[in-house]
């Protein structure tokens, strides 16, 4: 009976805490999907919850590789507005 009872507690105790995780990732699913987070935070569970960003030749893209792709390039971007070396092709700040 004594070990009924932490069987029963251990199951309450592992349901809870699927259930938190569960809703954790949908939050955050929501969070990068609708709301557009690109925060430290959402890149660090993006890494870890393979989010798909995008589809490419059958082969699915993470959320974590498409931020830090698109990063790079617009650092690109930017450093070749600042030093005035624009090439035909790179779209202003606004676009």
């Not at 990732?25 to 870890?48: E, N």
């Not at 393979?50 to 792709?69: K, N, Q, R, S």
Request: charged share 25%; no cysteine.
């Amino acid at each position: 009976m004594h070990y009924d009872f932490f069987k029963k507690q251990n199951m309450k105790i592992a349901g809870a805490t699927v259930g938190v995780l569960i809703i954790f990732i949908i939050l955050f699913g929501i969070g990068i999907y609708k709301l557009g987070w690109q925060s430290k935070s959402a890149r660090f569970v993006s890494r870890v919850v393979p989010y798909p960003a995008i589809l490419v030749d059958w082969e699915l893209i993470g959320f974590y590789t498409y931020v830090d792709e698109l990063r790079a390039l617009e650092q690109y971007w930017d450093f070749q507005r600042e030093n005035k070396n624009v090439l035909l092709g790179i779209p202003e700040k606004e676009e």
